[in-house]
């Protein structure tokens, strides 16, 4: 197929689209490489593919600039990473992640319709179960309040596209994602921060009293999950839990880290912040069963394989090497 892949040069984005060059699929990446965090970062994610995908320097708040997009290369599926990612940065600015991660979807979806596209994985998040109650946390939950404005803006993603399947016949399929994590893992996520500063013997802050817990998953399980939600032929619009259906408490995930990198980490403990969830926990059944969905990869695992990429290609460094 020809697929956009938006936020291509993302985390997850970049992961994705070397996937689905490798099986074959003709890709082209939609990124605004806005400064979150460094654009280079994001450049580099995608150096080893540049010459093979089309790239496409697209902010999705433009509708414009999607429509034109659309209506020159046809494309035949939509991959929708991108947004205005992270809880605490929506609590500052609300605005921003509407416009981007809202009206940014529509445009794409309105897009996808108008040159009849029929096609759309939306990625979703773990933030829209809020504090529910009910662990693990199943995609039958009625959802009925989120705790961030990231996470409603996740979740209005979702009803926009249930809109969009029913009115006009699009098969999408939305995946919440569960805290992912990697090589080449945003560099203001937990894992990769408290990694950072532990390996620079500087002190990492930890909120709250640790025993918060996160269901933690690599990001090849991640990629497996997304991979089989473009081959999905069941109801026309569906959502599925991509997570790794075991929970770890933020304590032991700075031992582990601790344990990797043969250092002890320093630890600034502070308040616990508005918006973080105190557990997020996946009831991946619904996926085993119809995306074949199968995680492979336990934290104990991954987590020291992302500790060699990252001293490997960082160090102490927060520009990758291929960089400097």
Not at 283 to 292: C, E, N, Y
């Amino acid at each position: 197929m020809r697929i956009l892949v938006t936020g291509g040069a993302g985390f997850i984005g970049s992961h994705l689209v070397e996937k689905l060059l490798a099986t074959g699929h003709e890709v082209s990446i939609l990124d605004d490489f806005n400064d979150f965090y460094d654009p280079q970062i994001k450049r580099a994610n995608i150096q080893a593919v540049a010459t093979d995908v089309g790239i496409h320097h697209v902010d999705l708040r433009d509708r414009a600039a999607v429509n034109s997009l659309f209506h020159r290369e046809k494309f035949e599926a939509i991959a929708h990473l991108a947004a205005r990612a992270g809880v605490r940065p929506s609590i500052r600015q609300p605005q921003l992640y509407y416009d981007t991660n809202v009206g940014g979807t529509l445009h794409l979806l309105e897009a996808a319709r108008l040159t009849g596209i029929e096609r759309f994985i939306f990625a979703s998040s773990s933030s829209v179960y809020g504090i529910s109650k009910t662990v693990p946390f199943s995609e039958s939950l009625h959802l009925t309040q989120t705790i961030s404005p990231y996470a409603a803006t996740k979740i209005a993603g979702e009803f926009l596209c249930s809109t969009y399947s029913h009115l006009y016949g699009m098969r999408v399929v939305a995946l919440r994602f569960f805290t992912v994590y990697g090589a080449r893992q945003r560099p203001d996520l937990a894992i990769h921060q408290f990694t950072k500063r532990i390996h620079a013997d500087e002190p990492i802050d930890q909120y709250g009293d640790g025993t918060t817990r996160r269901d933690y998953t690599y990001i090849d399980d991640t990629i497996q999950g997304v991979m089989a939600a473009l081959e999905y032929e069941g109801p026309l619009f569906d959502l599925f839990n991509l997570g790794e259906s075991d929970t770890v408490q933020l304590k032991d995930l700075i031992a582990g880290i601790e344990k990797a990198l043969g250092r002890e980490a320093k630890i600034n403990q502070l308040p616990e912040q508005p918006g973080d969830m105190p557990i997020t926990c996946a009831d991946i059944s619904k996926a085993r069963k119809f995306l074949g969905y199968k995680p492979t990869t336990p934290l104990g695992v991954g987590l020291p394989k992302f500790v060699d990429w990252f001293l490997e290609n960082i160090g102490g460094s927060s520009t990758p090497r291929s960089m400097l």
